[in-house]
């Protein structure tokens, strides 16, 4: 078996570094990696390559094997330790900015029984399909691309699962055709559960985002959910502050219907970081019900969530 420089050439300019050729005695055998490749568009490659294999002096036959390396993807988690805070608002909003900052995101709505990212992103009514049993992601105004139960039952319909079945459900959605995407952003649902568990298992995060309100109810489920990504030996990438104070819009003072401080506080007593806070804001709701995330707008909310994103980014860029 020997090495055949004029035909690795001619494969590599037409598929650069994705395929590995073999030649002996006039026969090609081309293995050739088709990972975040559109599952239509094999067929049509597969035949353009032995195309031009067969095109080259000496090459009389050739077979193509085709591959599909999983790519390296950063998973990231946002989870909370009860539901109420925010987490699926907070998540969104991260991953469009992340997006802005160059990253190639998608959107995993794990959140299986209570699934919110389809009306977060605008694309309510817009049903995935599935190509060789994969399902394949729905673009997004934003530019991220989302899978999530909430794309497959009507907004009033209950998604009544047990946790093998929801379990199940979520090992779908996270090995989809995620295509090029370099960033999976995993929308938990609240509590430490049976979907937590199996992503932990099953797809490790790199790291978890923790999202909380200041008040001490929400505090006391946080830290649960710290402790266990702590247990798991998931790095907790810091802990947000969610509600965090409020403009009354008539006379611009400040309140604190929820407390505030107290996720600081906690991520101070418990060793993460603080990641920052996102107040309360009218904009926020009424965005977020209208698929306009905010952090797409100009306003305080906006600057905030990219804030967040900043240190978020960071974190990534400082482990790739």
């Not at 160059?102 to 399909?129: C, F, N, W």
């Not at 649902?189 to 985002?209: C, E, F, K, S």
């Not at 906690?266 to 709701?285: C, D, K, S, V, Y």
Request: proline residues 6%.
């Amino acid at each position: 078996m020997s090495d055949h420089p004029e035909l690795e050439s001619v494969i590599d300019a037409l598929v650069p570094g994705r395929a590995t050729v073999r030649v002996e005695a006039g026969r090609a055998r081309i293995v050739l990696d088709v990972g975040g490749i559109d599952a239509a568009e094999h067929a049509g490659l597969e035949a353009r390559v032995r195309t031009a294999a067969l095109a080259v002096a000496g090459i009389d036959d050739v077979r193509v094997a085709l591959t599909a390396s999983r790519p390296q993807r950063m998973l990231i988690a946002v989870a909370s330790g009860k539901g109420g805070v925010g987490k699926s608002t907070v998540a969104a909003n991260l991953a469009i900015a992340l997006h802005r900052r160059g990253r190639r995101v998608g959107m995993v709505d794990a959140d299986i029984h209570g699934p919110s990212q389809p009306r977060l992103l605008d694309v309510e009514g817009t049903k995935p399909v599935a190509r060789d049993k994969v399902l394949q992601p729905v673009a997004t105004p934003s530019g991220i691309t989302l899978l999530s139960m909430g794309q497959f039952v009507a907004p009033d319909q209950a998604i009544a699962w047990r946790g093998l079945k929801a379990a199940g459900a979520l090992g779908q959605l996270v090995d989809a055709n995620w295509g090029d995407a370099d960033t999976l952003i995993l929308d938990l649902p609240p509590g430490t559960g049976d979907i937590q568990l199996t992503m932990i298992r099953n797809h490790r995060p790199a790291g978890a985002v923790i999202v909380s309100t200041p008040q001490d109810l929400a505090l006391i489920d946080a830290r649960r959910a710290i402790d266990l990504f702590a247990q798991a030996g998931v790095p907790v990438i810091g802990l947000i502050e969610n509600m965090a104070g409020y403009v009354c819009p008539a006379c611009g003072a400040t309140s604190d219907p929820f407390g505030h401080g107290g996720a600081e506080a906690a991520a101070a007593g418990l060793g993460i970081a603080f990641l920052g806070r996102i107040p309360l804001e009218i904009a926020i709701r009424s965005g977020s019900d209208a698929g306009q995330p905010p952090v797409c707008g100009n306003g305080p909310e906006a600057l905030a969530f990219n804030e967040l994103a900043d240190r978020v980014a960071q974190w990534i860029a400082a482990r790739t």
